[in-house]
């Protein structure tokens, strides 16, 4: 079954920095894009980072020059790199793919579970 699997999450103190990662598992073929979510309590979902096709990146200005997203392609893989954490990064964080090819079909969107990342002061 094609699925994204998130793990990296944790706690951590302010200033501090945490690795993302999430695999799409299947019989994957190719992926049109990747990236990260995240929703803190009483807040919409919202964008963090997105890397489409062969590397071209977009960050949401709250995480710019903080954040890092990369992509293994080969391993359908996407990273994000937490540095200087910030209690307000708080959220529940999720991995998204769009434009999945698997097995001859194509799946719109996926989405992972979610990981929990928690900032302290």
């Known amino acids: 079954q094609e699925q994204l699997v998130e793990s990296g999450g944790g706690l951590v103190q302010a200033g501090g920095s945490l690795r993302l990662s999430c695999a799409a598992s299947g019989s994957i073929f190719s992926i049109g894009s990747m990236g990260w979510y995240r929703q803190a309590p009483g807040k919409q979902r919202e964008l963090v980072a997105i890397?489409?096709?062969?590397?071209?990146?977009n960050y949401s200005d709250s995480v710019k020059g903080r954040f890092t997203i990369s992509r293994d392609i080969a391993q359908n893989t996407v990273y994000l790199q937490m540095n200087s954490l910030l209690p307000e990064d708080t959220a529940v964080y999720y991995c998204?793919?769009?434009?999945?090819?698997?097995?001859?079909?194509?799946?719109?969107?996926?989405w992972g579970q979610g990981t929990q990342v928690t900032v302290s002061s």
């Open positions: 998204n793919a769009k434009g999945v090819y698997s097995r001859g079909r194509l799946y719109s969107e996926l």
């Open positions: 890397v489409v096709g062969g590397g071209v990146t």
